[in-house]
């Protein structure tokens, strides 16, 4: 029967990893958990304490905070339940948490990572992705005209300093940007830390641009790398051509396939399927070469102004931007009133850019599927 990484929980609540060792299941439970708000709960980067089990967490008498991210709060409860009560992960220690929410400067940065201390004696490092506030998507979105955006750099350097404090062999990982996190922090780490990585995972984490993976030397690192996406993936296939993944079936439809816990399991497995719809492909397609078209000075008056219009909503996170719609609706139109002309112009060319390359493509594919139905009829 066919469920969600909670219901693989349950299903393997008394298989220990040394009986089944880590596989990518394990690894999406990590990338989500890692999205729980753990500060002032585990301890920090920058201290060096003992670490925390999920026990010690689930008796704080502040454990509610957990819970600070609105979206998946029911889901993210039985998720730490299921944990709690699995021999995989019940004795499991947490150590080394970093959150930093930067606004201030010119690129403004969400960052947060947490180190999983395994029973098998491995750990999984595990950078969070995007969550709920306008500022961590902005990052995301800094990533297609800019490398390394902070984060990346934040990543690289947790990765060195907590593998120096502990000798362990290790998996690392994340969910969203998180995977994408996790992917450059391996390329780009210390050749002693890169030699002790047993695998790297990106769940629908976005990829780099073609001349990032050719300076970074992602052949490196390329065969322990795994990167999964569900059918309907928008997020993960951001520069990816020619990248091998896998790709899993989801109990929903369109982007809210990015959810986690819409992901399918079975058998300790994933369900796969053999890949991304053929629609979402083209709408991937499109969106990678319009970017690749557009010049640095565009892409990054295109973000700009898309974060300016955002910002105008008078909401800081997208929860509170959707609730309170009609007033986000008008801020937005206000702001792209005050723009000036130049920056009008500038967004109206860029879009205008997005939408010629869309006909080019449905042309030519339009021309490749006659000419294939052509050939097909004469036989």
Not at 44 to 57: D, F, Y
Not at 226 to 232: A, D, F, G, T, Y
Request: negative net charge.
């Amino acid at each position: 029967m066919k469920g969600t990484i909670i219901d693989y929980l349950k299903e393997y609540a008394h298989v220990s990893l040394k009986d089944e060792p880590m596989n990518d299941v394990d690894s999406l439970v990590l990338c989500q958990f890692s999205y729980l708000k753990f500060d002032g709960m585990v301890p920090p980067v920058t201290a060096n304490e003992k670490p925390v089990s999920l026990q010690q967490l689930y008796e704080r008498p502040d454990y509610e905070k957990l819970y600070g991210d609105e979206r998946y709060e029911k889901e993210n409860r039985a998720l730490f339940e299921a944990m709690r009560k699995c021999v995989r992960f019940r004795n499991m220690k947490l150590n080394y948490y970093i959150n930093i929410i930067e606004t201030q400067t010119d690129f403004e940065t969400q960052f947060s990572a947490v180190t999983f201390l395994l029973e098998d004696g491995t750990m999984y490092v595990a950078y969070r992705g995007t969550d709920e506030t306008i500022v961590g998507w902005k990052e995301d979105f800094n990533m297609a005209f800019l490398s390394p955006v902070p984060g990346q750099e934040l990543a690289i350097e947790y990765l060195n300093m907590v593998t120096e404090r502990l000798p362990r062999d290790f998996y690392v990982g994340g969910h969203s940007k998180g995977g994408n996190l996790a992917v450059y922090a391996a390329m780009n780490c210390e050749p002693q830390v890169q030699d002790r990585i047993l695998k790297i995972y990106s769940m629908d984490g976005p990829g780099f641009r073609p001349e990032v993976l050719e300076k970074c030397d992602f052949g490196k690192i390329q065969e322990r790398t795994c990167k999964i996406l569900p059918h309907s993936s928008l997020v993960g296939m951001l520069f990816e051509k020619n990248i091998r993944y896998q790709v899993v079936e989801s109990r929903t439809f369109g982007l809210a396939q990015h959810n986690p816990f819409t992901w399918l399991v079975q058998d300790g497995d994933f369900v796969t399927v053999s890949d991304i719809y053929e629609t979402r492909r083209f709408v991937d397609d499109t969106l990678n070469e319009w970017i690749l078209s557009l010049d640095e000075q565009s892409l990054r008056i295109f973000v700009d102004t898309l974060f300016q219009i955002l910002s105008a909503s008078e909401s800081d996170n997208l929860i509170d931007f959707t609730a309170n719609l009609k007033r986000s609706m008008t801020g937005i139109l206000g702001a792209m009133k005050d723009m000036d002309e130049d920056t009008q112009k500038a967004l109206r060319q860029t879009v205008k850019a997005l939408f010629e390359i869309a006909g080019l493509r449905m042309k030519q594919e339009f021309k490749a599927r006659t000419r294939k139905e052509g050939g097909q009829d004469r036989h």
